[in-house]
């Protein structure tokens, strides 16, 4: 069983920053896409933003010019920060491992973004 750790939620007002932090087994992290979804209250789980082992990256729309995403090889972590949140990013935001020639998923136990003033 594959285990992440996850941290850097909270609460923040509109405006704010966060940074999450996913922590991965080097077995998994040196081989696969590692991204960010969300799920907010009533609705499907969306993908944030992914960054393959080469460092390319992708973001969601919604999300551009305002969060980025980054991978620390020495520590096995994806990083995402969250810079002029808004009420809509409230959200549980989960880490995930994508594997691209076996197409496993493994994810993350989630870390709750509360937006609100």
């Known amino acids: 069983q594959v285990q992440f750790v996850e941290s850097g939620g909270g609460l923040v007002q509109p405006g704010g920053s966060l940074r999450l932090s996913c922590t991965a087994p080097r077995s998994i992290f040196n081989f696969y896409i590692m991204g960010w979804y969300r799920q907010a209250p009533g609705k499907q789980r969306e993908l944030v933003s992914t960054?393959?082992?080469?460092?390319?990256?992708n973001y969601t729309d919604s999300v551009k010019g305002r969060f980025t995403i980054s991978r620390d090889n020495a520590k096995n972590t994806v990083y995402l920060q969250m810079n002029s949140l808004k009420p809509e990013d409230t959200a549980v935001y989960h880490c995930n491992a994508y594997g691209p020639y076996s197409g496993r998923n493994y994810w993350g136990q989630g870390t709750q973004v509360t937006v609100s003033s």
């Open positions: 960054i393959t082992t080469d460092a390319e990256t």
